[in-house]
């Protein structure tokens, strides 16, 4: 079954730094997604990309945040000078369509700490 | 504002029991609805989904839903619980006619099971 697949699947990083997290959506899936989840609180939509670009972002996305698709196959975020407070699971999703119409299918997530 | 609440933090049950998940929305229009699984360590999966038609939906390990419009409500229930079930669970949301592309998430129910 086709999956989403997120790499690494634990980053721990010092303060300031820049990571990238790595995705691979499902490969007919046209939209795709990155969610964060902060130990013990919700799951939090940060962005949604369609087309080669952003097409919702939420007021956590901010210029601190990027995300590309740079080939066929890689969705990444970039976290430009990581901060305490970023330390979370963050998820990868895609999905054939909008969420509306069909579901979104998510990575096991990358678990980025923060030092 | 659309949201999704899930009441219950934490719920324990015995093996065999039966078990029942609150959700509640909050959407104007008509609500596209979602019970995700995390198992510890692991990422979403999706259990099933609400999109029309008939109120009573079946999903994967033995789960099923019933959306109750005068409600407000999509509660998850299972007849006969699982060791294997303990996990968290998470309702989430959308609607139509927007065209949001994120989904909203609750706070997720822990459930534990009693051998």
């Known amino acids: 079954e086709p999956e989403v697949t997120q790499t690494p699947s634990h980053q721990v990083t010092q303060m300031g730094q820049e990571v990238i997290l790595r995705c691979v959506p499902i490969?007919?899936?046209?939209?795709f997604y990155w969610y964060r989840q902060i130990l013990g609180q919700k799951v939090e939509f940060l962005v949604s990309?369609?087309?080669?670009?952003?097409?919702?972002k939420s007021e956590i996305f901010d210029d601190q945040f990027s995300v590309e698709r740079p080939d066929g196959s890689n969705f990444t975020l970039k976290i430009r000078s990581t901060k305490l407070e970023d330390s979370a699971m963050y998820f990868c999703?895609?999905?054939?369509?909008?969420?509306?119409?069909?579901?979104?299918?998510f990575g096991q997530g990358t678990r980025l700490t923060v030092v | 504002a659309q949201s999704v609440t899930q009441p219950d933090i934490h719920i324990t049950v015995s093996e065999g029991a039966s078990l029942e998940l609150r959700c509640n929305y909050s959407?104007?229009?008509?609500?596209?609805l979602f019970w995700y699984v995390q198992s510890p360590g692991q990422g979403l999966q999706l259990l099933l989904k609400?999109?029309?038609?008939?109120?009573l939906v079946q999903g994967i390990k033995g789960f099923e839903a019933e959306f109750k419009r005068s409600q407000s409500s999509f509660n998850l229930r299972k007849p006969s619980v699982h060791w294997s079930d303990a996990a968290e669970y998470f309702c989430?949301?959308?609607?139509?006619?927007?065209?949001?592309?994120?989904?909203?998430f609750g706070k997720g129910t822990k459930l534990s099971v009693i051998p």
């Open positions: 990309f369609y087309n080669n670009e952003i097409s919702e």
């Open positions: 609400y999109f029309s038609g008939d109120t």
């Open positions: 490969s007919n899936h046209l939209y």
């Open positions: 959407y104007g229009a008509t609500p596209y």
């Open positions: 999703a895609s999905s054939e369509a909008l969420p509306g119409q069909v579901e979104a299918f």
């Open positions: 989430a949301g959308t609607y139509s006619g927007a065209g949001s592309y994120q989904l909203t």
